[in-house]
């Protein structure tokens, strides 16, 4: 399969609701990142993780290697959360090669 | 963002050379070109790090990377071709051999092949 699986394809969320963004990986992954592409097709990097939680401000990231997935998480969605979002795994150790998802298309309405 | 800058923004050929800039002013030892085509994620073509090339995906010969120095990337294209109209990406990271290397992207440089 995909060494990278995004999913859902597309969502869409109410202001103010949360929800959650997931990858799965085919394999151990190293690390992965996590992008947001705005309406303007800007490539804005939310986290990286190696390990564990990080958050910032609305938004949580989980990485967990040994199960193979990673999960974004939005709460208290806003407008300006909507566009596409990617993760970006690195397979092997210091490659600088990230295998991206093919994205999650989000649209918060009002 | 505004430390990586990208130039053009926009680019309209025919089967004229033309090349794309990039310059970076984070530090950075590694340099990225990626290519996002329409509906897609983006795809990696180069990296440099502390100016070598590190890797060269599957990317036709009409595109040439350089890397004058290392924070500034060109890429040099030559006869496009209408499958070429897309986004290229410029990118940079501390450096490709470190963990925790978190990539930036630059704002883009669309091309249309007319």
């Known amino acids: 399969g995909m060494p990278v699986e995004q999913n859902p394809p597309a969502l869409s969320l109410y202001e103010g609701a949360d929800s959650g963004l997931r990858c799965n990986f085919s394999?151990?992954?190293?690390?992965v990142q996590w992008f947001q592409q705005n309406h303007r097709g800007r490539l804005i990097t939310l986290f990286y993780?190696?390990?564990g939680t990080k958050e910032n401000g609305r938004l949580k990231s989980t990485f967990n290697s040994k199960e193979r997935y990673s999960t974004l998480h939005i709460k208290d969605a806003q407008l300006e959360d909507s566009g596409t979002y990617f993760c970006?795994?690195?397979?092997?150790?210091?490659?600088?090669?990230?295998?991206f998802g093919d994205g999650t298309v989000l649209t918060v309405k009002p | 963002n505004t430390k990586i800058t990208q130039s053009p923004r926009y680019l309209i050929l025919g089967r004229a050379n033309k090349s794309l800039e990039c310059e970076q002013h984070?530090?950075?030892?590694?340099m990225y070109w990626y290519k996002q085509s329409a509906e897609k994620p983006p795809e990696l073509m180069f990296l440099?790090?502390?100016?070598?090339?590190?890797r060269n995906e599957t990317v036709p010969s009409r595109f040439i990377p350089e890397c004058p120095d290392s924070s500034k990337l060109l890429l040099h294209i030559s006869a496009v071709d209408p499958e070429d109209s897309a986004v290229y990406f410029c990118a940079s990271s501390q450096d490709s051999e470190y963990s925790g290397n978190t990539l930036y992207f630059g704002e883009g440089s669309r091309l249309i092949v007319v």
């Open positions: 440099y790090n502390l100016k070598q090339l590190i």
């Open positions: 970006a795994a690195e397979v092997n150790t210091n490659t600088g090669k990230l295998t």
């Open positions: 993780l190696a390990q």
């Open positions: 394999t151990t992954m190293k690390s």
């Open positions: 984070l530090g950075h030892n590694a």
